[in-house]
């Protein structure tokens, strides 16, 4: 599977997926400083679409183009060790091992940002014929998503949720039960906090900017 943005929402779901027995778990984001502990709660890959220049991360998780490529690249080099060297060597078909993350997509992505293009790279990168997209992350106002309808005719699923369907008066306290006992640990969510000393305004105020900043996932006032 893979996650769209490692803040708190898609940590809580890489934890999530984790606790359900997930195999394998990529993690996408821009910040490299979130990769560490999206590592420790789950995460067996981390991806940062900057490190991939102009391909698409959803290129990069799929790779089917790559996967392709190298189907007729080690053909040819097949055909070329037996003109030139005959039939005693194997050629190993090593390309086919860099054909992308997962050569033909995930069962599960999740967006968790909010952004419509990482919406559809989401939607992208699920695996044809039975791969689903969840939208958790929010759109601002008047924003729109697309797709090729290819995408849909070969069978992915493209859904969203609210709360992951929980019912905040039933489920909550569950959460808060599983949290006490320690089975649900919390505690990476918290990466600041400020000191009201009097002005809780002003530390409110510089946990907000906290958050802005990208690199704190939840901040605590104290006062």
């Keep these: 599977m893979a996650v769209f943005g490692l803040g708190a929402v898609g940590l809580a779901v890489v934890q999530a997926a984790k606790m359900a027995g997930a195999s394998r778990i990529i993690g996408v984001d821009l910040n490299k400083d979130k990769f560490a502990i999206a590592t420790t709660l789950g995460c067996t890959d981390c991806v940062c679409p900057a490190d991939h220049g102009d391909t698409p ?20 080099w097949q055909f070329l060790a037996m003109v030139c060297i005959g039939n005693q060597t194997d050629v190993v078909f090593c390309f086919l091992t860099l054909t992308g993350m997962t050569k033909w997509g995930v069962d599960y992505s999740f967006d968790c940002t909010g952004n419509t293009q990482v919406m559809r790279a989401a939607l992208e990168c699920a695996h044809r014929g039975w791969g689903e997209s969840c939208v958790i992350g929010v759109a601002a106002a008047g924003k729109e998503i697309a797709t090729r309808p290819f995408q849909l005719v070969t069978g992915r699923i493209w859904k969203g949720t609210a709360f992951g369907g929980w019912k905040s008066r039933s ?28 002005d809780v305004a002003k530390a409110t105020n510089e946990a907000i900017e906290a958050l802005h900043g990208g690199n704190c996932l939840r901040a605590v006032v104290n006062y």
């Design 57 to 76: 991360v959803q290129s990069v998780i799929v790779g089917e183009y790559f996967f392709i490529f190298g189907i007729f690249l080690a053909i040819f």
């Design 171 to 198: 489920s909550v306290p569950r959460l808060v039960e599983r949290c006490l006992a320690g089975e649900l640990p919390v505690d990476h969510y918290v990466t600041h906090q400020f000191e009201a000393n009097g």
